[in-house]
């Protein structure tokens, strides 16, 4: 058995702290130890009091001036969107026909997959995120070689093929059948392989037919340990869309829940324009929202309210969106998110920032059983942040005076600079430095 110890500044959140009082939603311990066991959590402390016990077979890691994280959970993204990030003058329907649409065509190829796959996942463990729910393109073999590449480094990740038979360039559509069969081949080949998961991903509304979006419902319901992860209410035009194509259904939620799209394992990227109704719609069916905070600012898209999600009682995890949002960075979307914060006159409490960032997300995907926060018997995926990354960090980050203060510093002058180690169940899968 290998035994290691790190010992460093030490966060986690253990719950949302907007339901839960703070002392038990945060656990910080400023001069902490993390003890990992074969890959999985053994203990999480005070270095005082946990030092003393461990036996001489630990090999002890010392971190001055690091904090140690929980891995990142990106709650929505694409990995084929890498080549559209920051492109720049377009809002949604727009951006998907100018830009999108166009950079998706080439996964046909499995060879420009790879690459795309490869880049991709670098860039999450540069950022610290361990753990995502991906949107792949409508090619099968663009979800093969996400699935084969994520388990080659033994990420947690969940993902799926896109389902489109409509309202999309030829090259960029399936049907009924082929989307079923590609998601049932795939989700026979990869779910449950290492850490991998599957995701059920029609596209939205706008490029599914209702024949489609019944398909999807009939596979989710074969498979009830797979999610469903699509985009829903980001931007009006394409609500006004959803409203034209779907003329019976009492919203753009509804056009999901007909076809048994809406449950506990349902993750809805955006929700900007979604009314209380709907959201508490959501909240009682127990799925969650992805807030893509730099994506909605990038795309124009509008100012999601996380106060009105979670007072609905919405989980809500939080997304970079790229390409759409302009950074792979979840300390970046925590900044972004409280600038949407404040542009609502809704101050983003760190603690929470960082719950979205970690626990939310790791809830949202299903998989806070296992990753998410530093809980005993977890899987050690975790991060090393420098707090002097650069001399600003370094100077602002030594006036911090409480955990809160510190994330927020972090958030807003940090990205993957300040992320120096990233570790997936105990292993070094990322050295800023090397
Ligand atoms: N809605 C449908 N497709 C997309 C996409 O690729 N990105 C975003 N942000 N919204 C979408
Ligand atoms: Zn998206």
């Given at each position: 058995?290998?035994?290691?110890?790190?010992?460093?500044?030490?966060?986690?959140?253990?719950?949302?702290?907007?339901?839960?009082?703070?002392?038990?939603?945060?656990?910080?311990?400023?001069?902490?130890?993390?003890?990992?066991?074969?890959?999985?959590?053994?203990?999480?402390?005070?270095?005082?009091?946990?030092?003393?016990?461990?036996?001489?077979?630990?090999?002890?890691?010392?971190?001055?001036?690091?904090?140690?994280?929980?891995?990142?959970?990106?709650?929505?993204?694409?990995?084929?969107?890498?080549?559209?990030?920051?492109?720049?003058?377009?809002?949604?329907?727009?951006?998907?026909?100018?830009?999108?649409?166009?950079?998706?065509?080439?996964?046909?190829?499995?060879?420009?997959?790879?690459?795309?796959?490869?880049?991709?996942?670098?860039?999450?463990?540069?950022?610290?995120?361990?753990?995502?729910?991906?949107?792949?393109?409508?090619?099968?073999?663009?979800?093969?070689?996400?699935?084969?590449?994520?388990?080659?480094?033994?990420?947690r990740?969940?993902?799926?093929?896109?389902?489109?038979?409509r309202?999309?360039?030829?090259?960029?559509?399936?049907?009924?059948?082929?989307?079923?069969?590609?998601t049932?081949?795939?989700?026979?080949?990869w779910?449950?392989?290492?850490?991998?998961?599957?995701?059920?991903?029609?596209?939205?509304?706008?490029?599914?037919?209702?024949?489609?979006?019944?398909?999807?419902?009939?596979?989710?319901?074969?498979?009830?340990?797979?999610?469903?992860?699509?985009?829903?209410?980001?931007?009006?035009?394409?609500?006004?869309?959803?409203?034209?194509?779907?003329?019976?259904?009492?919203?753009?939620?509804?056009?999901?829940?007909?076809?048994?799209?809406?449950?506990?394992?349902?993750?809805?990227?955006?929700?900007?324009?979604?009314?209380?109704?709907?959201?508490?719609?959501?909240?009682?069916?127990?799925?969650?929202?992805?807030?893509?905070?730099?994506?909605?600012?990038?795309?124009?898209s509008?100012?999601?309210?996380?106060?009105?999600?979670?007072?609905?009682?919405v989980?809500?995890?939080?997304?970079?969106?790229?390409?759409?949002?302009?950074?792979?960075?979840?300390?970046?979307?925590?900044?972004?998110?409280?600038?949407?914060?404040?542009?609502?006159?809704?101050?983003?409490?760190?603690?929470?920032?960082?719950?979205?960032?970690?626990?939310a997300?790791?809830?949202?995907?299903?998989?806070?059983?296992?990753?998410?926060?530093?809980?005993?018997?977890?899987?050690?995926?975790?991060?090393?942040?420098?707090?002097a990354?650069?001399?600003?960090?370094?100077r602002?980050?030594?006036?911090?005076?409480?955990?809160?203060?510190?994330?927020?510093?972090?958030?807003?002058?940090?990205?993957?600079?300040?992320?120096?180690?990233?570790?997936?169940?105990?292993?070094?899968?990322?050295?800023?430095?090397?």
């Amino acid at each position: 058995m290998t035994r290691r110890a790190y010992r460093a500044a030490i966060a986690h959140m253990l719950d949302d702290p907007s339901r839960a009082p703070a002392e038990e939603a945060c656990a910080y311990h400023p001069d902490g130890l993390l003890l990992v066991e074969d890959g999985h959590m053994a203990a999480c402390g005070a270095w005082a009091d946990l030092a003393p016990g461990l036996g001489d077979d630990v090999e002890m890691v010392e971190l001055p001036g690091r904090l140690i994280t929980p891995g990142f959970v990106d709650a929505h993204v694409h990995y084929p969107q890498t080549d559209v990030m920051a492109a720049w003058g377009t809002r949604l329907l727009d951006w998907l026909h100018t830009y999108t649409f166009p950079a998706e065509q080439a996964f046909a190829d499995r060879a420009h997959a790879d690459a795309a796959a490869a880049f991709f996942l670098d860039q999450l463990l540069a950022n610290g995120t361990t753990s995502a729910l991906v949107f792949c393109t409508v090619h099968k073999a663009s979800a093969d070689a996400l699935f084969e590449a994520a388990l080659a480094c033994n990420m947690r990740l969940t993902a799926g093929k896109v389902l489109m038979d409509r309202g999309a360039p030829e090259g960029l559509t399936d049907t009924v059948e082929t989307g079923r069969a590609d998601t049932e081949a795939l989700i026979r080949a990869w779910r449950g392989r290492g850490r991998l998961g599957y995701a059920i991903t029609p596209r939205f509304a706008v490029t599914s037919t209702d024949a489609q979006l019944a398909m999807a419902g009939e596979v989710a319901a074969a498979h009830p340990d797979v999610l469903i992860h699509t985009h829903m209410s980001e931007n009006p035009e394409e609500i006004a869309a959803v409203g034209e194509l779907f003329p019976d259904a009492r919203d753009y939620l509804d056009v999901y829940a007909r076809h048994g799209l809406v449950g506990p394992r349902s993750v809805f990227a955006h929700c900007v324009h979604s009314d209380e109704d709907a959201l508490r719609r959501m909240a009682a069916a127990g799925a969650s929202a992805a807030f893509c905070p730099s994506s909605n600012l990038l795309l124009g898209s509008g100012l999601f309210s996380l106060k009105q999600a979670c007072g609905c009682g919405v989980n809500t995890a939080l997304g970079t969106d790229v390409g759409g949002g302009g950074s792979f960075s979840l300390l970046q979307m925590m900044a972004e998110a409280y600038k949407v914060g404040q542009l609502r006159g809704d101050n983003l409490n760190p603690l929470h920032a960082f719950y979205l960032a970690t626990l939310a997300g790791a809830r949202a995907l299903h998989i806070d059983d296992k990753v998410g926060d530093f809980a005993v018997g977890k899987e050690a995926d975790f991060v090393v942040l420098d707090l002097a990354a650069t001399p600003l960090l370094a100077r602002r980050t030594a006036q911090a005076r409480t955990l809160a203060e510190l994330l927020f510093i972090l958030s807003v002058l940090g990205d993957d600079r300040t992320v120096e180690r990233t570790y997936l169940m105990g292993r070094l899968a990322h050295a800023r430095d090397t």
